[in-house]
C-alpha cells in the first residue's frame, strides 16, 4: 500500500505497520480495471480483476462486512485495527462498489449473496457523507443494471442524506466537521450529479453544483495551492468535474476538469511533473512546494482514474511491458 520511490515498502507513519494488502486500494483497483476491460476488451484486465475480487471475497465476513487488512501473505487478517475492524465504513463502502462492479461486469455467480450482504450491512448503518457516496456509486451501479426497485429507494435517501449534510452551499465529508472540508475522497458533488440524471431530481444537481463552485473550483483555479495535495485530493476534483460536465454538457465543467488533471503534469505548486510517464510512476502528492517521492497503491490507481482518458489507449502496451510480471500473477487469458 506504501512505498518509497524504491519501491520499499513503508509503514503508515500515524497508525504503523497495519499489513501488506487491503481492502481499500484491492477495491479501487477493481473498479479502474473492470472500467479498463470494459473500455479496451484486453482480458487481461479482467482476470487481474477476478483475483482481486476473490481477495475481497476472503475479507468479508459471513454476515456481510468486511475487514480491510491482512498482516502478511499468508493471510492472517488484521481483525482488530482500528484500520482494519469489520465495518469500517470507508473499506466496507469501497468493498461493496467493487463487488456492485464485479457482480454486473463478470457476471460471477458466487457474488450475488456477498453483495446482497455487504449492500444490506450499509443499509442498516449510519455513514459519513464521504462514505455514503461510495455506497451511493454502487447503488447507482446496480440501478443501471436492472435491480430496482429497493436499490431506487435506498439511492434515494442517501442522496437526501448527503445533500443535507452541508453549511451554507458547501457539502461536508462528516456531520461534525467544521472547518472547510478536505478534498480527498469528497466526490459527493459528483454523486449528486450522477443521481439526479437517473433519479431525475435536478435539485440535487444544484446542490453539486453550488456546492462545487464554492469548495472546488477555487482550488482548481488556484493550481491546488495548500501546503499539503495529494493525488487523491486532485483526483475526486476531476470526477466532480467529469460529472458535472456530463450532467449538464457545461464546457466550463470540462474546462475544470482538464485544468485539474493538468495538476499530474506540473500545474501545481511544485511545477514539476507527479505523474512520470516514463516509469508509470504517481508520486502521492505535494508537500510545501517540495514533491513527494513516495508512491503508494492508492496514489497510483486513482492517479490512473483521473487520467483513464490518456490511460486507456495504452494499456495494452502498458501490459505488454511487465508481461513477465503478469505472468507470475497467473494473469492468462480466459476464454
Not at 479502474?32 to 484486453?42: A, I, K, P, V
Not at 484500520?83 to 460471477?108: C, I, N, Y
Not at 495551492?225 to 483526483?235: L, N
Amino acid at each position: 500500500m506504501y512505498a518509497n520511490d524504491q519501491d520499499f515498502a513503508l509503514a503508515a507513519r500515524d497508525s504503523g505497520f497495519e499489513g501488506v494488502a487491503c481492502v481499500d486500494d484491492a477495491s479501487r483497483a477493481i473498479v479502474l480495471l473492470l472500467d479498463l476491460w470494459r473500455d479496451t476488451g484486453d482480458r487481461r484486465l479482467r482476470a487481474w480483476a477476478s483475483g482481486l475480487v476473490d481477495f475481497i471475497l476472503y475479507m468479508q465476513r459471513d454476515d456481510g462486512p468486511f475487514y480491510n487488512f491482512i498482516r502478511d501473505w499468508n493471510g492472517t487478517v488484521n481483525a482488530d485495527g482500528p484500520t482494519s475492524r469489520a465495518g469500517g465504513m470507508f473499506w466496507h463502502a469501497r468493498g461493496v462498489r467493487a463487488l456492485a462492479k464485479a457482480h454486473l461486469s463478470l457476471r460471477d455467480g458466487r457474488l450475488a449473496r456477498p453483495l446482497a450482504q455487504g449492500f444490506s450491512f450499509a443499509t442498516e448503518n449510519a455513514a459519513p457523507p464521504d462514505a455514503r457516496a461510495v455506497q451511493v456509486l454502487a447503488a447507482l451501479d446496480l440501478l443501471r443494471g436492472g435491480v430496482t426497485p429497493v436499490v431506487r429507494e435506498t439511492l434515494q435517501r442517501w442522496c437526501d442524506e448527503i445533500a443535507e449534510c452541508r453549511i451554507g452551499d458547501v457539502l461536508l465529508n462528516s456531520p461534525d466537521e467544521r472547518s472547510t472540508p478536505h478534498l480527498w475522497g469528497h466526490v459527493q458533488e459528483g454523486v449528486l450529479a450522477e443521481a439526479a440524471v437517473v433519479l431525475d431530481r435536478p435539485e440535487l444537481l444544484e446542490v453539486a453544483r453550488r456546492s462545487a463552485a464554492a469548495l472546488i473550483t477555487p482550488q482548481i483555479e488556484a493550481a491546488f495551492p495548500e501546503a499539503t495535495v495529494q493525488a487523491y485530493d486532485v483526483a475526486a476534483a476531476v470526477y466532480v468535474m467529469d460529472r458535472l460536465y456530463q450532467a449538464t454538457n457545461e464546457a466550463a465543467y470540462a474546462k475544470l476538469r482538464d485544468q485539474a488533471r493538468a495538476w499530474f503534469d506540473g500545474r501545481n505548486s511544485a511545477k514539476k511533473p507527479v505523474y512520470d510517464r516514463a516509469t508509470g510512476r504517481v508520486l502521492d502528492g505535494i508537500d510545501d512546494g517540495r514533491l513527494n517521492p513516495h508512491s503508494g497503491a492508492e496514489s497510483n490507481i486513482v492517479g490512473a482514474q483521473a487520467l483513464v482518458h490518456d490511460i486507456a489507449p495504452r494499456v495494452g502496451l502498458m501490459l505488454d511491458a511487465v508481461s513477465d510480471r503478469l505472468d507470475e500473477l497467473a494473469l492468462v487469458e480466459v476464454a
